[in-house]
């Protein structure tokens, strides 16, 4: 069966002035801004807070669209039959055989779907796509229907104390440039002001290095055993929120990423979902577009770390099994991924 989507998972409703329900208890409410001078209220239930696991989200229908086609060819490819596919997209059988026997370069794009989103993932020969001066290795994959991985959130994944105020007292924090994607090719360019300065965006930047902090040392062990992450650091990077000010502009990256949120709770949008982190909580997904937005009534810092990866041949057969393998209890088969040195900092 199809995964639930993140948005119907977690509890959140967006506010209406004289609209309660009686049945739902309500433990948070904030105001925040991820566009210019667009004001969301967003309530935040005790489900919200409960909610964890692997979960379905897609910034837009045509998306949605285009990664069920793939997934047709892909999951026909893994030796699945047209009904199987059906039920575990939850997709009629006539949709899986209009696509599955195709070749994904053969699939059109759907309105809304970027057009750097239907090549291959990472550097190619041309350099199309090579977005973030990632290196791959040979047991990476990158194919067009490796984009899209289901959101994992895990509540508590970090739980010690002294990671907020070690990674903050420890690190060489610098100011980050505001950049733009070419939706064509996927390249980044800088954005300027009217002036023709360039813009920053509101956090602050930092890498990530063994011995910053030792208590995230043992958590990101913790992270490479349990996820098969291959245990090397040069791809992670951190991002400072002094405040509710602090903010990162909704973007994707071409490659997989497992952030880490700690100190204050922040709202990190996950394809136009607020997902409200906690200090301790992690965030795995794919290339779905996120963001931090300014959340006027936060005082306190927030950091975020933030590890690139690209998936190997096992990692990507384990992420179609979410969405096959009928006994929730069986766990799929891990191996290990390959941390990348991804150059943008412009990552949640």
Known sequence: MPLQRLDEAFGVRRSQQGVQDPQ????RTYRWMQFHGKEEVTEFDESHFQAEGLFAQNSSQG???????LRCIHLRKEGLEKTEIAKALGRSVKFVAKWWQKEPKEIPRPWGVHEYLTKEMGRNERGVGATNGASMTEESVHDTATWWRDVEVKRQFANDPAIYDEILQNTDWKPSN???RDFATGAYHLKYDQRGNI????HQGGKYKPGLSPAMDKVLQK???EYGIEDRTSGVITNWYPDGQGNLGSHRHDCWTALFSFGHERILTIDNTPLLMQNGDLCIFG?????????PEITDGRITLVVFFYPDKMQKKGMWQTITDPDPSCEAVWRPLYIV???SSSSA
């Open 24 to 27: 739902r208890k309500v433990l």
């Open 63 to 69: 998306n949605k669209e285009y990664q069920d086609r």
């Open 178 to 180: 505001a950049r733009t």
């Open 199 to 202: 813009r920053w965006e509101g």
């Open 223 to 225: 992270l490479f055993v």
């Open 287 to 295: 290339t779905q577009r996120h963001g931090v937005p300014i959340m």
């Open 341 to 343: 040195a991804c150059t």
